[in-house]
């Protein structure tokens, strides 16, 4: 077990190293597309079905180990307002609360379900430390890729990355569905289909990254933002910082 969560760290500290950065364009605007991509999503579709098949017996074998760590309780209720009064319960009562509401699955039966709630908890906000939010999300979606089959990839991100940012954007907790999203990337999180990373960004394919600030004045014809300082202070003021496009 020791062993395992050694590589999951070594892991995920290479793709959080290598991929995009918090802000507007890039985690929130990573998470943004995740969640418009997840809301067009079928609910059921028939091609998804393996994938989210093969997730089962990694569910059973990682749930009698952390069965073996700590006591997991199954509760009807969402137990924790964030992901610090999860580690305080475990880390003073020994227990993990994992809700059972909305565990109805198509491929999945209830109970392997609220086991995977519970792996999911386990691996990001107990052994990483995470909170409830995109990036911690996106550091147990990681962490998970190690453990599981590469058949398994497209079902876990629609399971762990698809509803997370669905939830961070939308409020409220989506949809549970049994399908694939197309354009992104299972393996490298981060890169979308149609975009560029750019000084850990997402910019569109023949576009320019957006500058964070929000600043109406654009660059005259023949020059652009640069790249990597996007903004510049002049006089107590922030502007946009052009410079002269290639040709």
């Not at 290479?14 to 067009?40: F, I, R, S, T």
């Amino acid at each position: 077990m020791k062993e395992i969560l050694t590589e999951w760290r070594k892991f995920v500290a290479l793709n959080e190293k290598l991929m995009l950065k918090p802000g507007p364009n890039g985690w929130d605007k990573y998470c943004q597309l995740v969640a418009e991509a997840y809301a067009v999503a079928p609910s059921y579709e028939e091609s998804a079905v393996a994938s989210f098949e093969a997730m089962k017996p990694f569910v059973d074998k990682m749930f009698s180990r952390i069965e073996g760590v700590i006591d997991v309780h199954f509760v009807e209720e969402h137990p924790y307002e964030n992901a610090d009064e999860l580690r305080q319960d475990v880390k003073k009562n020994g227990v993990l609360k994992i809700s059972t509401l909305d565990a109805e699955h198509d491929v999945f039966d209830e109970r392997t379900n609220a086991k995977f709630r519970a792996i999911h908890d386990f691996m990001s906000h107990i052994q990483r430390n995470t909170e409830f939010d995109a990036k911690g999300e996106i550091a147990s979606y990681n962490a998970h890729l190690q453990t599981m089959p590469p058949k398994s990839y497209p079902a876990l991100f629609t399971e762990v990355v698809g509803q997370a940012c669905s939830f961070i954007v939308n409020g409220k907790f989506p949809e549970q569905k049994i399908a694939l999203l197309p354009g992104f990337d299972y393996e490298k999180v981060g890169v979308v289909e149609g975009y560029d990373i750019v000084n850990k960004e997402l910019v569109k394919k023949g576009g320019e990254p957006e500058p964070e600030e929000d600043l109406e004045e654009r660059c005259q014809k023949g020059y652009k933002t640069h790249p990597k300082r996007k903004t510049k202070k002049m006089y107590g003021k922030t502007y946009r910082n052009c410079v002269k496009a290639e040709e």
